[in-house]
């Protein structure tokens, strides 16, 4: 893999990022977190570096340690959520600096800050080890016993409530020390999360002085921290079943024990042991896919690469760092036996963040995996699909109220109505499908939920998570649908209580029958749900049921203007709704769905009209999912104008995507979008270099993944591919479409194919 690397010559600023302020309509000033600092992170936690000389600020999160979500009546401007965990301050004193550098590498996961202060060259190297579970840091001075430091970490918004007194989100904490290890922990009040964090601080010489609440060192050579953190919250069924928010993690342990014993076994490792082990399992997975566009390692910091970009300089390095870095995001904050990457992945600065950093279920969270799919880091899901068997009692319980209340002809037997996911939903709660009139999300968000465990199946072809969780997810969805749809006189099955996610039409969410969204999604669940009872050799009542149904779903139509219609009752393009608005949802059937296909030539372009109208300039993850959609129309000018316009205008200085505020989403589905531009395997074959723009005219890349198991690698020169190799890792037939011809052949289980391009064609070699 080529250096990737995003660096800068300044220090991140402290900034003043008040998410307060931000809600009020006052936006803040936000240099520093939010646009400067750089994020590492296991799933265990998230640390932003800000590489600060005189003070250096490692702020820490840690998922689990959250309010509740906050919609409510009392907030109307959205509190709670995830909080802060600690920011750990180390004072060095160092003011007068030369040769400034900091940096991440995106090979290694390293953060790195050096500087020359007073004639001697400082080093901090960080990382968050997945498999040792903690965060390290290794200061080090090039003279001896010239590292004079303090370690002094703080618990953020401790205080008897969140926003204002007896709301009952209060937080208190405290910081002790004993010789060199320093413990913050205390108590979340609204869950009653205990949460504990330690730094163990390992000097190489000098003298250790241990204070109340600091650890002091003079004159080493080197200085190790190792910290882990860590709350009594267990993702099990007990949280999403159990109602009384005090109650839910009651019969868990205090964390200090395994906190304790993290960094027992953490320090019998050297600093390079460590590093080791932390490169090799990272490693394992940035390396498995690659791009090379013919970028150039810049000579220039990141942040002016990135001003040069929107200046209109686009830079083939700029691109391929932006790809690894969505790769690089999703094993920073979504790895198995962890939590699932968040609207801010795992990372939060905030008393109350942005949309309470939740999984929100109408687009975000999805956006998400996308990249985990298409770019072979198909295990990286697996923390969604934990937190779903999880969730999942809880959702057939929402089903059941749901069909009650709504559909009572179709209610049956308790935990048989079907599983239902509604838009807002954290590590405590997850929400029933919204309902009108306060909702604005129809059913689809479920069914949009599903594709994911479709995708998970059909990108990996493991089949270990088929029986249990992928083949229920879908029929659990699908029977919940399949009981809020009604016949029409036309003999049509359309979704009651449907709405296109977030649209309004005269300032008031739209609700209707049968909205483009719910039927298509309805669609792709219904096909997906057979399609995995046939791999697992099931059929029964409801599948059969299931084939009928879908004949009368009508997933797609066409209005006057020549547009995918949105709602079924809409003539012309924009009659309902906002014309802009930045949710594509009448096109989930092209991407990630795949109903709008090279089959029907119609629908493609009525989605092009469409996706026309509905413009490009919008939020992040808007933008990505319109690349995606473009990618999918195989037009790879209009796919690299959305990318262009996502790095230049959603992008901050440190790559994090932009809303505005920063939510990761944009950089997962920016990712996903790159990679759908250079492979598509919807389609029932792998189409390779689909939406190739000219600004990519000659490149490569390596292992990217596509339907039935398959890793991809090829070059091209000249928009035109002349090498594939293809590894089969479940033995599929492979059918292959690159430039005019066709490849075709069966396959055998971890065979490798290599692909040559003749004057006549493709030839195997
Ligand atoms: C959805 C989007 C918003 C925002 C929020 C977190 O509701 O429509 O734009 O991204 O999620």
């Not at 003011?95 to 590498?105: P, V």
């Not at 220039?300 to 040069?308: D, F, K, R, Y």
């Not at 890349?701 to 090498?723: H, I, Y």
Request: charged share 25%; with cysteine.
């Amino acid at each position: 893999m080529k250096h990737y690397e995003l660096w800068y010559t300044k220090e991140a600023p402290f900034g003043q990022e008040d998410f307060h302020l931000f809600r009020h309509g006052r936006r803040s000033p936000d240099d520093g977190w939010e646009k400067w600092s750089l994020p590492l992170g296991n799933g265990y936690m998230g640390i932003n570096v800000f590489g600060r000389t005189e003070t250096e600020r490692l702020q820490i999160t840690e998922n689990s340690l959250e309010n509740p979500i906050a919609f409510n009546a009392k907030y109307p401007g959205g509190n709670g959520g995830l909080q802060n965990f600690c920011e750990c301050y180390l004072d060095f004193g160092h003011t007068e600096i030369q040769n400034y550098r900091r940096s991440l590498s995106l090979n290694h996961a390293v953060a790195k800050t050096e500087y020359i202060c007073n004639g001697v060259h400082y080093t901090r190297e960080h990382f968050a080890s997945y498999p040792d579970r903690v965060f390290v840091t290794k200061i080090t001075a090039d003279r001896k016993n010239a590292l004079c430091m303090t370690v002094r970490p703080e618990i953020p918004f401790v205080s008897s409530y969140l926003m204002e007194e007896g709301d009952g989100m209060g937080k208190t904490g405290t910081v002790q020390v004993s010789e060199n290890k320093i413990t913050f922990s205390g108590v979340m009040d609204f869950y009653n999360i205990l949460f504990e964090g330690q730094v163990l601080v390992l000097p190489e010489d000098g003298e250790l002085i241990s204070h109340e609440k600091t650890v002091e060192i003079k004159n080493a050579s080197s200085v190790l921290l190792l910290i882990a953190v860590g709350t009594n919250y267990k993702m099990e069924n007990r949280i999403f079943t159990e109602k009384d928010p005090k109650k839910k993690l009651a019969p868990y342990p205090h964390p200090h024990d395994r906190i304790s014993e993290i960094l027992e076994i953490a320090s019998q490792f050297s600093y390079e042991k460590l590093l080791k082990r932390h490169v090799a399992d990272y490693a394992s997975l940035i390396e498995r896919a690659s791009l090379d566009l013919g970028g150039k390692i810049p000579e220039i910091p990141t942040n002016l690469l990135h001003q040069n970009y929107k200046n209109g300089n686009a830079d083939r390095y700029f691109e391929e760092l932006y790809f690894t870095y969505g790769r690089y995001l999703l094993i920073a904050s979504s790895r198995p036996e962890t939590y699932p990457a968040n609207l801010q992945g795992t990372w939060s600065r905030y008393a109350s963040s942005p949309w309470s950093s939740g999984y929100w279920h109408n687009i975000n969270v999805q956006m998400n995996y996308w990249p985990a799919f298409n770019t072979n880091l198909h295990e990286l899901f697996l923390p969604y699909m934990q937190y779903f068997n999880a969730y999942r009692p809880a959702a057939e319980n929402y089903a059941d109220l749901y069909i009650e209340k709504h559909f009572p002809e179709n209610l049956t037997e308790k935990g048989t109505n079907g599983i239902s996911i509604g838009t807002a939903a954290n590590l405590y709660r997850t929400t029933g499908v919204d309902t009108p009139p306060s909702g604005h999300s129809g059913p689809g968000t479920c069914a949009f939920t599903a594709k994911l465990f479709t995708d998970y199946y059909e990108f990996s072809m493991d089949e270990r998570y088929l029986e249990e969780i992928i083949y229920p997810a879908n029929y659990g969805v699908a029977t919940l649908l399949s009981k809020c749809m009604e016949e029409q006189p036309d003999g049509k099955l359309l979704v009651k209580y449907s709405a296109s996610p977030e649209q309004r039409h005269d300032g008031k969410y739209y609700w209707t029958k049968g909205c483009a969204f719910d039927q298509q999604m309805a669609y792709e669940c219904f096909h997906d749900t057979i399609l995995l009872a046939e791999a697992l050799g099931k059929e029964d009542d409801f599948i059969r049921n299931l084939r009928e149904k879908l004949e009368k779903l009508d997933p797609v139509q066409i209005g006057a203007s020549g547009q995918i219609k949105e709602y079924r009752e809409e003539v012309h393009y924009g009659d309902i709704g906002e014309y802009h608005h930045r949710h594509i949802s009448h096109l989930v059937g092209l991407y990630p769905g795949t109903i709008i296909n090279r089959n029907v030539p119609e629908w493609l372009r009525a989605a092009e009209y469409s996706l026309t109208e509905r413009g490009d300039i919008s939020t992040g993850w808007s933008t990505a999912h319109k690349l995606n959609a473009w990618a999918r129309l195989k037009n790879g000018k209009r796919a690299y104008d959305l990318l262009n316009m996502l790095l230049s205008k959603c992008t901050l200085p440190n790559l994090w995507d932009s809303h505005p505020p920063f939510q990761i989403d944009g950089n997962f589905g920016g990712t996903a979008g790159m990679a759908e531009m250079l492979l598509q395997s919807h389609e029932g074959y792998l189409h390779l270099l689909p939406a190739l723009p000219d600004e990519w005219k000659n490149g490569s890349f390596d292992g990217l993944t596509a339907r039935g198991g398959f890793t991809v690698s090829a070059t091209w020169e000249n928009g035109t591919a002349n090498e594939i190799k293809v590894i089969s890792s479940a033995g599929k037939p492979l059918k292959i479409l690159a430039g005019d011809a066709w490849i075709e052949t069966e396959t055998e289980k971890g065979e490798i194919l290599h692909f040559s391009r003749k004057e006549n064609g493709w030839t195997k070699i």
